[in-house]
């Protein structure tokens, strides 16, 4: 198994909420990782295409592209379609997690203010993924 190296991962986080973003970039970078952000979907594939980020961290609830709509095009997309997605969101319903589902995230997490999950899934993903930059 490949062993993941924070100093050396570059994660891109996607939203518009600019507490939530910025709380989990000063997070990430604490933990070693490289941190990229966007502010909206768009400005997310962007940067998907762009940087090629080894694991992009969405928001599910965003004005114009949507978590679910970025990361539906990002799967479909043979040029970054290995890089992982976690998706999260503050809205718990089943019918959010199966839209999630549908767009083939490799992880849906809840927005709270325990971080252990979501640092949980970004090591695990980063540990199991082939390198995306290598494919692009």
């Known amino acids: 198994m490949a062993t993941s190296h924070p100093e050396n991962k570059r994660l891109l986080i996607v939203d518009d909420d600019p507490a939530m973003r910025e709380g ?28 090629s980020p080894d694991l992009v961290i969405l ?12 990361a539906t095009l990002i799967k479909k997309d043979p040029t970054v379609n290995r890089i992982p997605i976690v998706l999260y969101s503050g809205c718990l319903e089943e019918s959010v997690a199966l839209l999630a589902h549908e767009t083939q995230a490799d992880y849906f997490l809840p927005k ?9 899934a970004i090591r695990e993903l980063l540990e199991t993924a082939p390198d995306a930059r290598s494919a692009v």
Do not use: S
């Not at 604490?30 to 952000?37: A, C, E, F, P, W």
């Open 24 to 51: 989990l970039e000063e997070l990430l970078r604490h933990q070693g990782y490289l941190v990229l952000t966007a502010a909206d979907g768009t400005e997310g594939l962007r940067a998907v295409h762009d940087e």
């Open 59 to 70: 928001d599910v609830a965003m004005p114009g592209l949507d978590g679910f709509h970025v």
């Open 112 to 120: 709270t203010a325990n971080v252990r999950p979501i640092l949980t």
